[in-house]
Structure formats: structure tokens, C-alpha cells
């Protein structure tokens, strides 16, 4: 990275780096030292793929049939959406250039960022982060149900969904540039802003929980009616098609609770 703030590609080790602020080198191997620079980040290399084709590669090693996959097919609906894959045994290595805290400054708030965004990288959990973190969502309010009183749990579920949805909006430009897609994946932090919205109106009862978390789930992967807000091209689209996910299934199984006198 220049201090232009442009990039530049090098296919081998930059002979000059004195007008780098910081680079990065992609290798299975570490590179070692670069005078005047220290080593500021080791993450793992990722590139995109589509969902189905990496939910159909899990099939295949854990040895289940490929076609238990039809829903997550690499054309369907849910398949076709891009996610970031680690290379194996392949890393990056980010070098600054010493006494450059900028640069080690957004090092760091890019790792701050993704921790955020992907609920302490459950995000990058392949096929089922989302759900993973609903389903950590459900749980915590559960936990949540039995130290504190009905009315405080709702309210605390409602602020939840506010934070995690404010949070989620703010941080969705950085989101899209750093995982390389308009709705990542590894962003799971829309569902617990969804899932906790549903649990808001559905209740603290144990049953409406499971509830809760499957028919979120359901409107969540379906989208049902859905899509037409991710059209709208609002600020923060990567979180209302969740929070209207949160809205439709928390209507649900709050008719459904009284329906039975519940």
C-alpha cells in the first residue's frame, strides 16, 4: 500500500518497499523479515466461493451423499451466495512499515471489525453461522429468562436487536469491501439482530424459544416475501431482510400462542 493509499502487486518479493507504507505477501510459507518493516497481522487466505460448492465439498468428506444438498445447490437460491473459503496451509502476511501506527491501527480495527461482524467469528463457521449464531442468540436468552424478570427480558431483547442492528448498518460498507460481497455470509451479526427481534415478541418461555428459533430460521433461509426490501437499496440492506425475517416469524408465533390461549 502506498501512502497514495493505492495497492500494488508484486508476483515476487518487492525489491523496493521504501515508498510502502505496508504490503501484504500471500504464501504457504512464512516469509520472514523486511528491513524497516515489522510483521503486523498472520490471518488465513481466503477466496470466494459459492455456498453450494462449498457445502457440496463437505459432503463429500464427511462421506455423505451429494444429494442430501438439492437445497443448497451451487444455482439455487441459497447456493449461488458468495462466501469467503480459507485456502489450506495458505496465509497472509501483513507487513508496516516501522513507526507507522496508522497502519498498524487499522490492522487492528479490521480485526476488531470482523470479530464484531461474525459474533466472535462464528460467521466464518462453513454453511451454518448463521444459524450457529441464532442459535447462540436463543440460548442466551434462555439463560437470559431465568435471572431476570418478563418484562426486563423483552426489553432486553428489544435493545439487543436495536445494538446489533445500528452496529450491523455501521459497519456494512467495511462488510462488503472486506469480505467481498454484497450480503456476506461471514456477517452474522443481522441475525442476531433478527433472531433476537422475534424472541421480543414471541416471549421467554422455553417452548416459544424453539419456536422462535426455527421459524426464524425458516423466514430467515426462505425469505418469504422478503426479498423486495433488499431491493430497496436503504442503508444497512444487510440487516432489514433479517429484521423483517425477526418481524415475520415473531408475528407468527405470537398468533400461534394465541391461538392456543397461551
Known sequence: MAPSGKWRSFRDWP??????????????????????????????????????????????????????????????????RICQTPVKGVHEYYYVKVGAPAATAAASRDGAADWICSVGRMGHIPVVGATAASLVTSLGALGLSSIISVVAWHVSMLCLALVSTVVCAGLERWARTNYLAEDPREVVLDEVAGMSLTLALSGPDPLWILASFVAFRFFDIVKPGIHWVEERGWRGTIVWDDLLAGLYAGVSVLAIRMALGN
Open 15 to 80: 525489491q523496493e518497499t521504501q515508498d510502502l507504507e505496508a504490503f501484504c505477501v500471500i504464501s504457504r510459507k512464512n516469509p520472514g523479515s523486511a528491513e524497516g518493516f515489522c510483521l503486523s497481522l498472520v490471518k488465513p487466505h481466503r477466496v470466494p466461493e459459492r455456498l453450494g460448492e462449498v457445502f457440496a465439498r463437505l459432503l463429500t468428506e464427511w462421506g455423505i451423499p451429494t444429494a442430501l444438498g438439492g437445497l443448497c445447490r451451487a444455482d439455487s437460491q441459497i447456493g449461488s
